[in-house]
Each structure stands twice: as C-alpha cells, then as structure tokens.
Nanobody, 125 residues
Framework: QVQLVESGGGLVQAGASLTLTCVASGRTFSTYSMAWFRQAPGKEREFVALIGYRGLTRNYADSVRGRFTISRDNAKNTVSLQMNSLKPEDTAIYYC??????????????????WGQGTQVTVSS
C-alpha cells in the first residue's frame, strides 16, 4: 500500500515562498504521475499542479502558473511544490496525490486514488 506524506507547510506573509515536499513509499513511484491539490475552508478541493511520471509533462492551474513549480525526484520518491509570491488566496490545506493508473496524466481529482494527509499553508496579508 502506497503512503504519501507531505511536509513544508506553515504560516507566511504575502509575497513569501514555501516549498512543499511529498514522500511516497513503494517501489513503483516512477511510473505514476503525481499532483498537488488544495482545499480552502468552505471550498471544494481544487487542482494546483501535476507532473508526469518522467517529469517531462507539467501542468498548472491558471491561478498559480508562473508562481508555483512542481518537480519530482524518482530516485528519492519525492515530489515537490515550490511556491513563490504567495498570496492570501493561496491559503489552504495542500494535498499530494498519486494517479490511479500508471503512465496516465490528468488534472481531475477523480483520477487520483492515493492521497496524503495534507499540510496547511496560511498566507497572511
């Protein structure tokens, strides 16, 4: 059973940067695309960014494109989200997720069947 553990969240001021990291257990990490989602209080979970299994394909939500960068290290079973120029509207719980199908890429949360416990990011104005 794959487990995902996120870290790196915290409380920062607007304009600051944070890097979230997700560590995955299991030997097949390198054949699955990974993604970050977030959920703000009172809102539905939304897509933030995804990265293909080889790291060649990356996609971002319009709200974070140009500010956030997703990356992965298949040797270390990690996926990271570098977040720059943070805004108060970025405040949310951020979740790491693994696609349910090997080699498949997609942004819908319904495509992901393995989720971390989440890490809180709070951006003050």
């Amino acid at each position: 059973q794959v487990q995902l553990v996120e870290s790196g969240g915290g409380l920062v001021q607007a304009g600051a940067s944070l890097t979230l990291t997700c560590v995955a257990s299991g030997r097949t990490f390198s054949t699955y695309s990974m993604a970050w989602f977030r959920q703000a209080p009172g809102k539905e979970r939304e897509f933030v960014a995804l990265i293909g299994y080889r790291g060649l394909t990356r996609n971002y939500a319009d709200s974070v494109r140009g500010r956030f960068t997703i990356s992965r290290d298949n040797a270390k079973n990690t996926v990271s989200l570098q977040m720059n120029s943070l805004k108060p509207e970025d405040t949310a719980i951020y979740y790491c997720a693994r696609n349910s199908r090997q080699f498949f890429i997609g942004a819908s949360s319904s495509l992901y069947d393995c989720w971390g416990q989440g890490t809180q990011v709070t951006v003050s104005s």
